[in-house]
């Protein structure tokens, strides 16, 4: 069952309107394709009136893992992207029951927020089980191309990171192939993927995959101190020489 397909049997009770007020934005495709300069610019300042680090979620769902991560680390804000409303209904649910100040979701199509992202403004960006879309005509909906990684290394700040899982063998090697070619990213583990991914809380996908018997494949990421050209050809581009991980992972 594909995300998409759960997300729409799921059946969320809507939260009361002044928490949808202070936790949630709507950025509809019509704004982000004509007018994207009256939306707010994705950073801490805009969006929390601070200048405390930020990290992202691409398709946060239910955001389970987010909330957890805003739970256990107040000095730092985070915001979640979703183009539903149903998960997010719940994530402003879980975020009001812990009263957290540092936590905000915005519905929304992600790859047409690329305008809004901020130079430098993101410590961490997290794609954790987004839809693989394998048949043929709806692959151009995936996430992971050249042109995202342009736009999350415009985003991160030096050493920030970008951590990417899935359940699905087959997307996780299509996406690892993308960005293995891309030398300002350097991984923060020798293997060339992990296995396993012992969040505090786990996400609703990753539980629901893992009682199906099916392993979290996870890659972590870190923007590159020196540009690309200060590089040696001889150098491995996926490899870094730290090997802190934003999780605990077993290791392929």
């Not at 909330?67 to 979703?82: K, S």
């Not at 394998?134 to 042109?147: A, D, N, T």
């Not at 996926?238 to 992972?249: R, Y």
Request: hydrophobic share 40%; proline share 8%.
């Amino acid at each position: 069952m594909s995300r998409r397909s759960l997300m729409r049997g799921a059946r969320f009770q809507p939260p009361d309107p002044r928490a949808i007020e202070r936790y949630l934005l709507f950025f509809s495709s019509k704004e982000l394709f004509w007018n994207p300069d009256m939306l707010p610019p994705i950073d801490s300042p805009h969006l929390f009136g601070d200048h405390l680090p930020l990290q992202l979620e691409i398709g946060c769902g239910t955001a389970d893992f987010l909330c957890a991560l805003a739970l256990e680390n107040p000095g730092t804000n985070f915001v979640g992207v979703d183009v539903s409303s149903k998960p997010l209904f719940k994530a402003i649910r879980t975020a009001e029951a812990h009263a957290l100040p540092n936590i905000k979701f915005i519905k929304g199509d992600f790859k047409r927020m690329y305008p809004l992202l901020a130079a430098d403004a993101l410590q961490a960006v997290y794609l954790h089980f987004p839809d693989p879309h394998m048949r043929q005509r709806f692959r151009k909906r995936r996430v992971v191309s050249p042109g995202f990684l342009d736009e999350i290394n415009r985003a991160l700040a030096p050493g920030g990171r970008l951590s990417i899982t899935t359940d699905h063998h087959e997307f996780f090697l299509e996406m690892l192939d993308v960005v293995e070619q891309d030398v300002r990213f350097a991984k923060t583990h020798a293997e060339r993927y992990l296995i396993g991914f012992e969040a505090g809380t786990k996400s609703q996908f990753q539980r629901i995959w893992e009682r199906h018997g099916l392993p979290t494949l996870r890659v972590e990421l870190q923007k590159a101190h020196r540009p690309p050209s200060c590089l040696n050809a001889s150098e491995d581009p996926g490899h870094s020489s730290s090997p802190t991980c934003l999780g605990h992972s077993a290791c392929h």
